[in-house]
């Protein structure tokens, strides 16, 4: 029999250490944080956790890489068309989220399928540009938003 509710479950490869020892989304917030500054240390994070009924989230900010995410052909005025939404980031930027989204991810259960209204996880988790780096970066490349 399977752990799982749906066919859509897994587990990272550092949940199992992190459940048996029972630690909180902040303590798992903090292991995050560290593995990001030993990993990428030229990079700025902030890492941030919260609680809110039944369930909890950990946010990755990234509040400077070292380069310019934002790539000079984007127009914002195109961004609601489908062709451009994926257009707004150089493809490093684009590696360097999905890299930090991979590294968070190692600490967590997901078992969800939207299609039953079934999601059941230890933690949300996101990685994203902190918006007053991502403006600034904006500016810096003269577009207008």
Known sequence: MSEFYTQNGWTGDKYKEVSEKNLSTVDI???IRKELKEKYPGIQVSVRSEYFANGS???VYIKDCGFN???P???PRNYDLPMTQNQRYTDKAKQLLKELEKLGSQYRRSDCDGMIDYFDVN???DVSFDFDFEQGCIRKLGIAC
């Open 123 to 125: 933690f949300w988790y």
């Open 57 to 59: 989230s950990i946010d």
């Open 29 to 31: 917030a903090k292991l």
């Open 69 to 71: 995410p934002i790539n």
């Open 73 to 75: 052909e984007w127009d």
